[in-house]
């Protein structure tokens, strides 16, 4: 379980494939405060800790992980978001994120507010009943919280420091990001289905 709230990032320095599989060396200024098996949300995905050295530690993706989050698309240099998993004892700053990425969604505007910026991004239409007005979001595993709702777009709105030390600030109207939608809401939607 994660918090959505980015912890560092890492920089993307190797992209090896075999089979359907994708495996990252990531270097990172936490790499070393890392073990194998550890959970490591990645741009809100999780994914395990394979080894770890000096500076930097690997990861792989699966087929399922990469058909259902933009993890594919990775390249080396890339720059992605970091969080390690909450401890029981922790607290939780932002809202439960289980780093289960539901899809993937297009940047449609990026707005300089003059000392905030605001994002208005476009999601498939099958999920519009897993979004509320001012309701929490996870976008490429960043807690924000999302307005002025539509069937198939809303809009978040990133602080300064939010900007400076994630990847949100390298989003342009065309990139793609990944969303996980609030658990609880899930949840719900599917108790209103059964019925």
């Given at each position: 379980?994660?918090?959505?709230?980015?912890?560092?990032?890492?920089?993307?320095?190797?992209?090896?494939?075999?089979?359907?599989?994708?495996?990252?060396?990531?270097?990172?200024?936490?790499?070393?405060?890392?073990?194998?098996?550890?959970?490591?949300?990645?741009?809100?995905?999780?994914?395990?800790?394979?080894?770890?050295?000096?500076?930097?530690?690997?990861?792989?993706?699966?087929?399922?992980?990469?058909?259902?989050?933009?993890?594919?698309?990775?390249?080396?240099?890339?720059?992605?978001?970091?969080?390690?998993?909450?401890?029981?004892?922790?607290?939780?700053?932002?809202?439960?994120?289980?780093?289960?990425?539901?899809?993937?969604?297009?940047?449609?505007?990026?707005?300089?507010?003059?000392?905030?910026?605001?994002?208005?991004?476009?999601?498939?239409?099958?999920?519009?009943?897993?979004?509320?007005?001012?309701?929490?979001?996870?976008?490429?595993?960043?807690?924000?919280?999302?307005?002025?709702?539509?069937?198939?777009?809303?809009?978040?709105?990133?602080?300064?420091y939010t900007f400076e030390n994630t990847n949100i600030r390298e989003l342009s109207p065309g990139s793609i990001v990944n969303i996980e939608f609030?658990?609880?809401?899930?949840?719900?939607?599917?108790?209103?289905?059964?019925?």
């Amino acid at each position: 379980m994660f918090t959505g709230i980015i912890e560092s990032t890492g920089n993307i320095s190797s992209v090896s494939i075999k089979g359907s599989n994708k495996t990252f060396r990531i270097s990172s200024g936490i790499a070393s405060q890392l073990k194998v098996d550890q959970s490591l949300s990645h741009d809100g995905v999780c994914l395990t800790v394979e080894s770890v050295e000096e500076g930097s530690y690997q990861v792989t993706a699966i087929a399922e992980t990469l058909e259902k989050s933009n993890l594919g698309s990775w390249r080396e240099g890339d720059r992605v978001n970091l969080e390690r998993c909450l401890p029981l004892n922790g607290r939780l700053d932002g809202h439960m994120v289980q780093g289960h990425v539901d899809t993937t969604a297009v940047c449609l505007e990026r707005i300089n507010r003059q000392g905030s910026w605001e994002f208005r991004i476009e999601f498939p239409v099958s999920f519009r009943s897993l979004i509320i007005e001012k309701g929490s979001i996870a976008v490429n595993g960043i807690s924000l919280t999302c307005f002025d709702v539509s069937d198939n777009a809303f809009s978040v709105a990133i602080i300064p420091y939010t900007f400076e030390n994630t990847n949100i600030r390298e989003l342009s109207p065309g990139s793609i990001v990944n969303i996980e939608f609030d658990l609880i809401g899930k949840y719900v939607a599917r108790m209103m289905t059964i019925r």
